[in-house]
């Protein structure tokens, strides 16, 4: 069985700090790794994937994987307020052939003024 | 707002009722999916329809029937639902559950219906 484990916070960071959040998995064949951004009372929405193994940067996220270690993380830079939400991880792999992703529960994250 | 739509986005219901939630996607996308969200779990996957055929049914109680009859419509018919059957329930699109690739891959989620039973 496929799992993906996330901390469920919550996390609390001061307003401009860097945010981390990490997502560990068990499918070595995990191929696709995603991070939607939920706000309590609101639907999952997509911030970044990332395919291959190092970091990848988009505004002020930056998505690291590594494959040896089955973690993926996600940072963000010069956190805001608004940043404040549900963060989930979500893995994709070809086990049995199925590409339907999994998901982790979720790190609550909090950013005070 | 997003490509895709769900309707009531508010449910309160008996446990002998029967009622429908609908979902409809204006982007295109060949695949569809029913998710269950309760709190303090992860998203539980339902159902997935690609190009209209039911490729996956997660173990669903068969008091949850899915329909799809066409690319851009998803129904999640209720009868006799349980108080823990209480959750919000997203449906979200992609282009093809079966492709890899972000295009292919990129789950696009609707608000949801928040639903109650008592």
């Known amino acids: 069985q496929k799992e993906v484990e996330q901390n469920s916070g919550p996390l609390s960071v001061p307003e401009g700090a860097i945010a981390s959040l990490n997502c560990t998995y068990s499918d070595r064949g995990s191929q696709s790794f995603f991070w939607y951004r939920q706000y309590s009372g609101k639907s999952p929405e997509l911030i970044m994937f990332?395919?291959?193994?190092g970091d990848k940067e988009d505004g002020r996220f930056t998505a690291q994987l590594n494959k040896a270690s089955q973690y993926v993380s996600l940072l963000i830079r010069d956190s805001q307020p608004s940043d404040s939400a549900t963060y989930l991880c979500a893995v994709k792999g070809t086990s049995g052939g199925s590409y339907i992703p999994t998901f982790g529960r979720g790190t609550s994250l909090i950013v005070h003024p | 707002e997003t490509g895709v739509t769900q309707t009531p986005r508010h449910l309160v219901m008996g446990m002998t009722n029967k009622k429908s939630l609908k979902c409809e996607q204006h982007l295109g996308h060949n695949a569809m999916y029913w998710y269950k969200q309760s709190a303090k779990k992860p998203l539980e996957l339902m159902f997935v329809?690609?190009?209209?055929?039911?490729?996956e049914n997660n173990s669903v109680p068969s008091r949850f029937s899915p329909e799809c009859p066409n690319s851009s419509h998803l129904f999640l018919h209720l009868h006799t639902l349980q108080p823990e059957d209480s959750a919000l329930y997203l449906c979200a699109s992609s282009q093809d559950s079966g492709l890899a690739g972000a295009r292919g891959e990129t789950q696009y989620f609707g608000p949801g219906t928040r639903l109650l039973v008592l």
């Open positions: 990332i395919y291959s193994n």
């Open positions: 329809y690609n190009f209209k055929e039911q490729t």
